[in-house]
């Protein structure tokens, strides 16, 4: 693999680019990450510079170049049950819930779904604490910019060790056992999968086209690398779609500096509209 240096103006440009594009802002030290991490991409689509790279992002209209750039610059870890104070939260909330929600339906958004944990853990809580589970119209809308952890969460497949540390009764009735040549996988059984509408979307460039509002909102460790205008932006559009009292979920990293007068902070990077 040819070395490629990445000249202080290239920088420039990517970094103009992906701000304008996912709102991520990033700083001088960043150079060294993309080039060191976007070196291989280079090389593999047989282009010498980082200008023709460029280029090749630019006009590359069906989001898959910049979604891959952002997956190396970026993370899409993920697990099961993330954040556990805030599922010990969601239990003691819950009541409430089922108590306003008289029509039994429920509509919820994990915004920066990576590849689907977090979704199917929302279905999967609700499944365990909801003894007539199976009467709720329930509907995840699971949105993320990455094709390539979409792709994965739609298949609801994962390794066993990603499931291991969940409690026994949840991984036999959440999961079947999948046997193949490459080992044992766990797959998320079909009425669970068929809650789940997963969906590309931009959480900075794309339209809010929702007609609807949701009973709660999910954007955890997708803030992080944005910088204060684009969440101020972002989280003003959140609290649009959440009714009155609604929670509104950040990761335990995340906290709010603005919107006080409408989020309310309920403890572990919890959110209520107010
Ligand atoms: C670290 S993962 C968090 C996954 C999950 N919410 C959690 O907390 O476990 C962050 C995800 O946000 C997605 N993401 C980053 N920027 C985004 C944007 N502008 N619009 C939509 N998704 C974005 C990434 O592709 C990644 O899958």
Redesign the pocket.
Known sequence: MVEIELSPEEFELFRRYIYDK???ALSEQKSTLIKGRLNKRVNQLGLRTFREYYNYLVADESGDELALF??AI??????FF??SAQWVWLEGYLPQLIAAKRDKKLRIW?????SG??PYTILMFLQHHLSDFESWDIKILA????PK?LAKAIVGSYEAKAVESLPREITLRSFEKVRSDTGISYQVVPHLREKVLFRL????TDPFFFKNRFDMI?????MI?FDEPTRHDLIGRFGTLLPRGAPLFL?SSESLTTHRETLKLLGSSIYQRL
Do not use: Q
């Open positions: 996912v709102g991520i952002v997956s970026s993370t899409n870890v993920t697990s993330r954040e994990s915004a920066g779904c990576s944990e977090e949105t993320d910019i990455s952890v979307y931009n959480l900075v999910f954007c955890r460790n997708v690398y990761g």
